[in-house]
């Protein structure tokens, strides 16, 4: 069984900074990409960043200059570096993993439970 598990969501002030983390952990023979979602009430599930294994990164147009994806390989872990934070960033935050259990099976996407930030303004 594959687990992601999401900390560091909170209440902050806007032009504040937070810092998300996510570990993977279980079954888990290789990792293809990590990435973060965000979902505000009523309104559809985005990508905010993601990172390839070799460190490749995206970001949605939103967030570029303001976040910043990492992450350990070594560990399994991701994190999300959010600064200058915004009343519009207020949204419930999941991590996700593309990612092979074990070397018999293809490579799925794995969701965390997610982890509610909230700026206020």
Known sequence: ????????????QAG???????????????IINMGWY?????????????????GS???V???KGRFTISRDNAKNMVYLQ????????????????FLRPTWRERAQDYWGQGTQVTVSS
């Open 1 to 12: 069984q594959v687990q992601l598990v999401e900390s560091g969501g909170g209440l902050v």
């Open 16 to 30: 504040g900074s937070l810092r998300l983390t996510c570990a993977a952990s279980g079954s888990i023979f290789s």
């Open 38 to 54: 965000r979902q505000a009430p009523g309104k559809q599930r985005e990508l905010v960043a993601s990172i390839t294994s070799a």
């Open 57 to 59: 990164t995206n970001y």
């Open 61 to 63: 147009d939103s967030v």
């Open 82 to 97: 959010m600064n200058s934070l915004k009343p519009e960033d207020t949204a419930v935050y999941y991590c996700q993993s």
